[in-house]
């Protein structure tokens, strides 16, 4: 599902290169659920950044789903993050001003979805999350676990390959926190549905069926819970 | 595996197998399925934000109804002048004596027009419907219980075919009184009721320059025209204002002066054939050499006077609608500079929509539309607006300025473009963002 070889990624600061990346391979498995932890700054967003077909790699290979996709245009990376990827991000990134119904058949418009299917589907995936019953209430008048459950929905309306997750619960309370990580876990196992997801916490880490472990760039450690 | 409470989180709906979420999703590869709903997105935007849409349209509004209100009124005004040359006629030569550039010294030279000039014109069996001789002069004309100074006309029979005069009483003047220099005169409307009151003039005599003449016929009222009313003048054969009134003998004695000869050509195309024929016939006439010395008389052509006056308003026209639209650019400058605002505010929002898919152009219409939407309903509200001083001064009948189409086209096109100029940078700004930085973005 997801192969990562020799993955490099250098930013440049004015004249200083940062090396964010220096030399990242592993591979992923249609169905894993999988955490990637690490210190600040050990290159965790970077990862996923690549993953996400948000960023490209200075070098290495990167495969997705069959395509290689390290070297798309910008362009063409945007198609496969519409029809492959799901995101789901920290701060929600909900339109503010939409209803939750409207936030999750918005990425459908850019894949040329007709308004029937795009509205079953996000009224079945609201369902899926548990939002079946606020699917008109904007995103000012729903909690944050309500909201990050309608941002839920949104990644997976539009049936992805991946789902990935940068701190998903970095701005939820522990309790609604254990929320979202339950039906992470849920979608991975009745759906099926592959899951990558960046955190620092522990408590977090264990919803995954595996942890890879990031430090300076490279990665440290690789298990299984 | 875990210390936390699995069962704090509420169920969600259990999922069936055959799910709408498992079926292969059915999209439109092209992509052009979503242009219109990047449409609705952008006019989303623009009614999430009322106030400050109407305030950027403002600067369109004002532009496009100044060019409007502008561009009607010029053309109104236009055709209201060139109307009144018309009616005069534009198939109209007017020569006059004098030299285009008369200088102090050339005071002869404006008494070389001459009756046997004008026998001459006729002589030459031109195109034309009359060729009428006439001296002007303005006398007090003294009737029994009234009198008032006016313009006292001398004329051939020929006068009244070229200036299409009918009468309300009696008779124009004749060749018979032509010939005889006879002292009798015809009156314009007004002139006639000044002098004797109404219906009384027919059979009157009245006193100019210690001459009695007789009232022969009195002219249906003509209206007025550019140049004066003619109901206020007064008409005698040309011969008696030389011989008896105002003493026209030419310098040399030998004939007499006329003040101007005018010619009506049957076909207005004709006149610059005309005008050179008889330019020719003149300088022969007035022993002018061919080495290009100046004429010593005058062509008026009227079709070349009905087309300066054209140019002249066209060009106030366009210099109006040039003003006007600046401010149609400033209201363009308006635009950009909300929508490049709109971008900068909106910067997360256009991470997201990259993030989850969006490609560069469907970022670029969507801002690119709302420039569009903005400038083209600004337009239709300054359109509406700019109409109404054309109107209003179209019903009190002021001046007849409609709206026609090509206004409202250069109205409607221009506000397109001008929405489609400025819009197109702050859009490509946006299209151009990072997904990455956009949605770090504060
Ligand atoms: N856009 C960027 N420009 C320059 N340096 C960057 C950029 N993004 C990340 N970095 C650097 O790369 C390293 C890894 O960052 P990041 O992947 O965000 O770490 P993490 O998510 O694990 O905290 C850090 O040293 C960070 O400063
Ligand atoms: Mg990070």
Redesign the pocket.
Known sequence: MISLRDIHKT?Q?GDVL?A?LQGVSFSIDKGDFVAIM?P????????MNLIGCLDTPTSGEYVLDGVAVDQLSSNDLALVRGQKLGFIFQQYNLLPRQSALRNVEMPMIYRGVSGAERQRRALAALNLVGMGQRVDHRPNELSGGQQQRVAIARALAGSPSVILADEPTGALDSKTSIEIMELLRRLNREQGITVVL?THEHDVAAYAARVLT?RD?QLIGDQRN | MTTLDVHAAPEPAPVAADSILFQPITASSSGFGSLWEVVRISFGSLLANKVRSLLTMLGVIIGVASVVSLLALGNGASASITGEIEAIGTNILTISAGSQNRGPGNATAAQNLTMDDAKAIEALQLPVIGVAPQLNSSAQIVAKSADKNAQIIGITPAFQVVNNLTMQQGSFISDEHLQGANTVIVLGATLAKDLFGNGQALGQTVRINNQTLRVVGVLTPQGGSAFGSEDDRAYIPITTAQKRLFNARTPDGNGYRVGSITLSAINASDLDALQSRVSMLLRERHHLKLDGSADDFNVINQAEILGTLNTITSMMTLFLAAVAGISLLVGGIGIMNIMLVSVTERTREIGLRKAVGARSHHILMQFVVEAAVLSMTGGMIGLMLGSIIPIVVTQLGVLDAPIDLQTVGVAIGFSLGVGLFFGIYPAQRAAKLNP?DALRHE
């Open positions: 930013y600061m940062v964010a690490g600040s700054g050990s290159g965790k967003s970077t990862v960046v990031m760039g | 990455i």
